[in-house]
Nanobody, 114 residues
Framework: QVQLVESGGGLVQPGGSLTLSCAASGNIFSIKAMRWYRQAPGNSREFVAGFSYGDNLKYADSVKGRFTISGDNAKKAIYLQMSNLKSEDTAVYYC????????WGQGTQVTVSS
């Protein structure tokens, strides 16, 4: 079993920056992919950024050049650095680990508003 806890969300003005963190506990030895998703009100959950072992980093077109995903194996954590935030980035952000089973955190709210 893997448990995920996101943090770092909040209210930020357009053009601002935030860094989200996702801390994992449990056995992540078999995890094959780590990703960030987001869900805005009224919308379905969408992929934001992620990496799989043996594959390149991937980003949604809407965040390329503004968001950066990274990980720290020692801390069993992944991060999402977000810059030049826009109102359309407002959503609940979820981290996801996958090893033939999807593990999800509870989400952290990001609100971009002046």
């Amino acid at each position: 079993q893997v448990q995920l806890v996101e943090s770092g969300g909040g209210l930020v003005q357009p053009g601002g920056s935030l860094t989200l963190s996702c801390a994992a506990s449990g056995n992540i030895f078999s995890i094959k992919a780590m990703r960030w998703y987001r869900q805005a009100p009224g919308n379905s959950r969408e992929f934001v950024a992620g990496f799989s072992y043996g594959d390149n980093l991937k980003y949604a077109d809407s965040v390329k050049g503004r968001f950066t995903i990274s990980g720290d194996n020692a801390k069993k954590a992944i991060y999402l650095q977000m810059s030049n935030l826009k109102s359309e980035d407002t959503a609940v952000y979820y981290c996801n680990f996958w090893d033939e089973y999807d593990y999800w955190g509870q989400g952290t709210q990001v609100t971009v508003s002046s």
